[in-house]
């Protein structure tokens, strides 16, 4: 009889332990409500965006089931109301002044208990504070670790180190690496193609919707364009520019701090090279101009110390093509003068100067300067000493200048002198992507054989984006995209399909196998997942090709 007793006992704890083990392993439920959003109406898709990204992060098969609220709360009480049966509630707020934000995460469980933490970083790295936040959310509170099955995946492919297991490999994007990875999995978005070749693409809010748009400037054309990944590009509008000028270059700016990006759009006469530059706006997707075309080189720059975006001019010189001196424009009425020069080095336009911010590596900011050859130049501190000059060509930009060289005094024969060519430089970002403090200069590396040989040839048949970083010596290699399969025209560093992610955006011009004049474009992103990358991982160098063509 004891026996029986002591054996049901047995069994009875046994299924009690089992009932509470099973319950220990029940999937947590969970629900994200929208973000409360204290920033430019530009940010105000983020109150969206941000909700769904968190979702997914937190999504664990089996551990976490989570769904996505209609409903903003301020308060815990109002987010313990809103949990409609989920075990847990969680809620934000994000804050964007100037070029920095600071997001606050908070919870709160059935029983009443609340969690939260805030951290603050640039705007351009929102998708690593994303990252940081939700991985201590998932593991102070719902007891998970570690990325999403669907985050990792897409983190899984860039800067490795190949003599590590597979396991240990970490990469910014899965086409970071040459062998590349299967498009399916969304590392790479393309669009359908333009009809058009691409001379420069920028991508910012432009009609003032909070959502960003893609701006395609052709040879006398502008283009809008939303980007819907499910069609595509869709165009919103376009504009004929003047027939007389050929577009040079493009760049957004807010001139009129209504929050939405005005275009400044870079032109010369072929005839004699002087500069004529407009500044249109898109809002109510309406091209306006919204000052007088200047007759000067403009562009914009991001001057130390706040490095916030900024209008520079240039004059224009007949034997220099670019004459010394870079200024900062000022309006004038309904147009914009030359003020104050900026302290630059010899060589450098409005065009081909980027600075470095200090980092912890580097406690100096530099200037790096793309030259006349296409080599860069790193000018250190203050005053602007020269301390290091690339082998390599960078850029490899196809729009460009002819002009006369001549000896001053000397005049030019153009019966037997050939012209030289100043191509555009293409856009020069510097950039903390992956929130570590310390700055990558990205910027594209054309890859063509024939280039090589003819110095006018420059219908790159490839190109790979790069990401350089100062290493005490010199600009090393920290990662690079696999090779892009024709010419690249432009990049830029934005969330172009508005997901909540930033992307490299890079803007594509077809090979010129049909025909120079049957040249098309095309425009690809690559989603940057900074949550799991490691800044002191080496780069791969190992996909040289002996012939690229």
Known sequence: MKVTMRLTVAVCLMLLLALQASAALAAKSFVVLPFQVNAPQSY??????????????LTRPGQTEGRVGSTVATSS??????????????????????????????????????????????????TGTISSLSSALGSEVLGIGGSSPRT????????????????????????????????????????????????????????????NEVAVLTDHELMMFTWN???????????????????????????????????VV?????????????????????????????????????????????????????VKLFAPGVHIMVRQGKTYELGGRISLPAGATVFNCVWMPASRSNPSEQLIMLTEDEKLKVFQGVGQSLIHTTMERYSGSSTGMDFYKSMPGLGVNKTYQLPSKFFAPMRLIAADIGHTGEYTLLINKPV???????????????????ALYWDGVGLGLKWKTRRIRGSVAEIDLADVNNDGVL???????????????????????????????????????????????
Not at 44 to 57: I, R, S, V, W
Not at 96 to 117: H, P, Y
Request: hydrophobic letters at 30%; glycine letters at 8%; a neutral charge.
């Open 152 to 211: 990792a995946g897409r983190n899984n492919d860039i800067i490795m180190n190949e003599t590590g297991n597979q396991q240990s490999r970490t990469y910014l994007n899965p086409q970071f690496r040459y062998q590349g990875a299967s498009e399916s999995d969304g590392s790479r978005l393309r669009t359908q193609r333009i009809k058009e070749k691409m001379v420069d693409m920028a991508v910012g809010d432009f009609n003032g919707d909070g959502r």
């Open 77 to 126: 009480s109002q987010a313990r109301g809103l949990l409609g049966g989920a075990d847990y509630a969680i809620w934000g707020t994000i804050a964007v002044t100037g070029t920095e934000c600071t997001v606050t995460l908070n919870s709160v469980d059935k029983a009443g208990k609340t969690w939260s933490k805030s951290q603050s970083g640039q705007v351009s790295v929102l």
């Open 448 to 466: 063509s054989t024939a280039a090589q040989l003819f110095d006018r040839y420059r219908y790159f048949p490839q190109g790979e984006i790069h």
């Open 266 to 318: 870079a032109t010369f006469d072929p005839d004699n090279n002087r500069p004529y530059t407009y500044f249109f706006s898109f809002k109510g997707n309406k091209f306006k101009e919204v000052a007088e075309r200047v007759p000067y080189f403009a562009s914009v720059m991001r001057l130390p110390p706040n490095y916030a975006p900024t209008l520079v001019g240039q004059r224009w010189d007949s």
């Open 229 to 263: 990944e499910r069609n595509g590009l869709q165009p919103l509008g376009q504009m004929r520019l003047p027939s007389s000028n050929d577009t040079y270059s493009m760049r957004a700016i807010d001139l009129n701090r209504d929050r939405a990006d005005d275009l």
């Open 44 to 57: 105000a898709y983020l109150g969206k965006a941000l909700p769904a990204t968190l979702q997914a992060k």
């Open 503 to 549: 992307d490299l955006v890079v803007g594509i011009n077809t090979s010129s196998d049909l025909g120079i004049g049957s040249r098309q474009s095309m425009i690809t992103a690559y989603p940057l997942d900074v949550s799991k990358t490691d800044p002191n991982t080496p780069a791969d160098l190992s996909d040289f090709e002996v012939n690229p063509n």
